[in-house]
């Protein structure tokens, strides 16, 4: 049988460099986490769910990265707008679901563009695009898409469950912007 492998390269690949225990402490982790995980919790009951006054609005945690869940994929959390108020402005590159669980309103969404170059260069919709929900309707919100939500409802409250992934943050991906804070907030 032939050598196919170059001797300079695999000198090369042998040659002297620092040494690491990586495998090791990753075998160490992964152990740890599956410890942990049995600990976490398989059902999170209302009154461990915390509010959270935040520059997008009041919200109600009920599945976060930091509440010991076993869920490790999501953030699920509930906004609620008093009558005529509106959330924040933000923007984050993984994509977001709404459902409107009480009320009436509308969204504002300033969809993204990009061009790869040399690096990427984001550019934003001048113009936003506008889509009402109502009680039971559901909204997709596409990645860094900047995006805004209104209660058009002079006299009552609205309430939506939002659900995002926290998958692309370990992946480097943790663009997350407050462009605009909710009034009051």
């Given at each position: ?5 170059d ?48 520059p ?12 010991n ?37 509308y ?5 993204v ?7 990427i ?6 113009t ?7 009680q ?31 998958i ?18």
């Amino acid at each position: 049988m032939n050598n196919i492998v170059d001797p300079i390269e695999r000198q090369r690949a042998h040659a002297p460099t620092t040494q690491a225990n990586f495998y090791a402490q990753a075998l160490e982790i992964s152990s740890r986490f599956r410890e942990d995980y049995k600990n976490r919790l398989n059902v999170v009951k209302a009154s461990q769910m915390p509010f959270e006054r935040s520059p997008d609005g009041l919200i109600k945690h009920i599945i976060h990265e930091g509440m010991n869940t076993k869920e490790c994929c999501l953030d699920i959390y509930m906004q609620f707008f008093p009558p005529g108020q509106a959330s924040g402005k933000s923007r984050h590159l993984s994509e977001e679901i709404m459902f409107v669980v009480e009320g009436s309103g509308y969204d504002l969404h300033w969809d993204v563009k990009f061009d790869c170059k040399e690096t990427i260069e984001f550019t934003w919709e001048e113009t936003p695009k506008r889509f009402e929900w109502k009680q039971g309707d559901f909204v997709y919100i596409p990645p860094y898409c900047g995006h805004k939500r209104f209660n058009s409802d002079p006299a009552n409250e609205a309430r939506v469950v939002v659900m995002n992934s926290r998958i692309i943050k370990p992946m480097g991906f943790d663009w997350f912007e407050q462009l605009e804070r909710a009034e009051g907030f």
